[in-house]
C-alpha cells in the first residue's frame, strides 16, 4: 500500500487549500483514512478521519467546522478541504490507512494506522 499527498502549499490566513492523498492498491474501499498533522517542534496529532463507507467522520476539536474530508473511492483518493485557515495550521499533513475492513472504523489515534503518505507542508500565513 502506497500513499502519497498533494495539494500543500502556502495560503493567507482566512484562506482555503485542498489536500489530496492518492492511494494506491487494489482494493482502496476497504482501507479507512485519515489525516494527521505535525507542526514544527511538535508532536503529531489527529485530524480526520473516515470510515470506509463515509458514513462514520470524526474530526480534532482544533479544526471541527473549517475542515472536510471526504474520500472518492473509485478514484483511490481521500480529500481534506481546509478552510479559514488559520496560522496554527501551519503543519505538513500526512494521511494515513488503516488496514481493517469493517464498515464503521474510524480510529482517532496513530497507531491504528499501518500505511502512511510522506506529507505535504500547509503554510498559513498571518
Known amino acids: 500500500v502506497q500513499l502519497q499527498a498533494s495539494g500543500g502549499g502556502l495560503v493567507q490566513a482566512g484562506g482555503s487549500l485542498r489536500v489530496s492523498c492518492a492511494v494506491y492498491?487494489?482494493?482502496?474501499?476497504?482501507?479507512?483514512m485519515a489525516w494527521f498533522r505535525q507542526a514544527p517542534g511538535q508532536e503529531r496529532e489527529f485530524v480526520a478521519t473516515i470510515s470506509i463507507s463515509g458514513r462514520r467522520i470524526s474530526y480534532s476539536d482544533a479544526v471541527k467546522g473549517r475542515f472536510t474530508i471526504d474520500r472518492d473511492n473509485a478514484k483511490n483518493t481521500v480529500y481534506l478541504q481546509m478552510n479559514s485557515l488559520k496560522p496554527e495550521d501551519t503543519a505538513v499533513y500526512y494521511c494515513?490507512?488503516?488496514?481493517?475492513?469493517?464498515?464503521?472504523?474510524?480510529?482517532?489515534?496513530?497507531?491504528?494506522?499501518?500505511?502512511w503518505g510522506q506529507g505535504t507542508l500547509v503554510t498559513v500565513s498571518s
Open positions: 492498491v487494489r482494493t482502496f474501499g476497504t482501507y479507512p
Open positions: 494515513a490507512a488503516a488496514n481493517s475492513a469493517r464498515n464503521d472504523y474510524a480510529p482517532r489515534v496513530s497507531d491504528a494506522y499501518e500505511y
